[in-house]
C-alpha cells in the first residue's frame, strides 16, 4: 500500500509539472519538450529530489517513446516518403554523415571509447522536424521550395536515424565492433522495414475494411495500437529498438483512408498526452547540472565538451544546405532548419545510458547539445525568413 501511495505521488508529481513547465516554455516560444526536460531536471535527484525514476515509470517511459515514434511514422504520407525529390535525399545523406563522423572524432579525441563514439556520432545525425515545421507553419512558409526540401530531408533523416540507431543498440551486445556485423545489423534494419511496410500495407487495406464496420466504439484505434505493440515485439524479437517497429506501424497505417488516419490521431492524442512527457521528464532526471558549473575545475573538460559537440552538431547540419545545387534557393536557411535535435535524440541519448554506454556527465553534455540546438534553431530561422520576407 505505501509503495502504491509514493508511485502514484511521483507520478503525479511528473505529470504536473511536465504541464507546468511545458507551458512556460510555450510562452516562452519554445518547444514544451525543452519544459519537460527542464522540469525532470529542476524536480528530480540533481536539485528537488520530488521525482526519481522508479521500474514502473521506467516501462511507462518506453511506452511513451513507443507511442511517439506511432505518432511521427503515422504524421507522414508514406505517397509523398517514396516520391521525395532527389535533394531532399542529399541534404538528408549529407546532413547525416558529416555530423556522425565529427560527433565520433570528437568522442574519440576525448578519451572515450569507440562503442560511446558511435552513439554520440548516432545521436548528433537526428533532426526534429518538429520545431522546425511550426516555425514555418507560424510564418506561412510551408508552401516554399525551401520547407518541401526540409520535409522531405526530415523524413529521411528519420529513416535513416532509426537504422543506425538499431545497428549501435546491437554492437553494444558485441564486444567487436566489425564491418561485417555493421552490415549484419543494417540488413536486418532494412529488411525488417521492406518487409513489414510492403506486407503490413497490403494486409491493413483489406483488414481494416473490415475493422470499419466493427459497430465498438474506438475499433480502429484500438487496432491500429495492436498494430503499433504488434509490430514493436517483432522488432525486438529480430534485435532492433522497439521504436522501429512503432515508426513502420505508423507508417503503414499512413495508407489508410484520410478519414481513418484522422480518427486514429485523434483518438491517440489523450495517450500521447499522457505517456509521451513522462519519458521527457524522466530523462530531464538524469542529468546533473552540478557538472556544468563552470567554477569547479573538473568540470572544465566536460564544458569544453559540451561546447565543441554543439558547434559541429550546428555546423554539420548547417552545411547539408549547401548540398543542394538548385539556383533560387536559400541554402543556409535549408540547412539551419535541420539542425534541432529534439526527441529522436533524446531517444537515442537515453538509450545510451540506459544500457550503460553512457555515464551520467557524458549524457549530461550530449542532452544539454540537444537543447541548445533545439533553443537557438528557431530564434534564428525566424530572423532568416523575416529578413528573407522583406528582400523579396
Known sequence: MNEMFIFLLILASVLFFAKVFGEIALKLGQNAIIGELIAGIIMGPAILGIIHETPVLSCMSELGVII??????????????FKVSGWATLVAFVGVVIPYFLGYFVFLHFGLTNTQAIFAGAILTATSIGITARVFLDLKYLETQEAKIVLGAAIIDDVIVLGILAVVLELITDKIVTFKTFLHVSKN?????????????????????????????NAIFIMSVALCFTLSAFSLKVKLAPIMGSFTAGLILSTLREQQIKEIRRDIKPIYAFFVPIFFVLMGTNIDVNMFNPFVIANREILILTGILFIIAFIGKALAGFAVLKKGVNKFLIGISMVPRGEVGLIIAGLGLKNNVFGIRDYSSLVAVIMLTTFTTPIMLKYIISKQKKVT
Open 189 to 217: 534494419a532494412v529488411v525488417f522495414l521492406a518487409v513489414s511496410i510492403v506486407v503490413g500495407i497490403f494486409v491493413v487495406s483489406v483488414v481494416f475494411k473490415f475493422i470499419s464496420k466493427m459497430k465498438q466504439a
Open 68 to 81: 511517439l515514434l506511432f505518432e511521427v511514422g503515422l504524421s507522414i504520407n508514406i505517397k509523398e516518403f
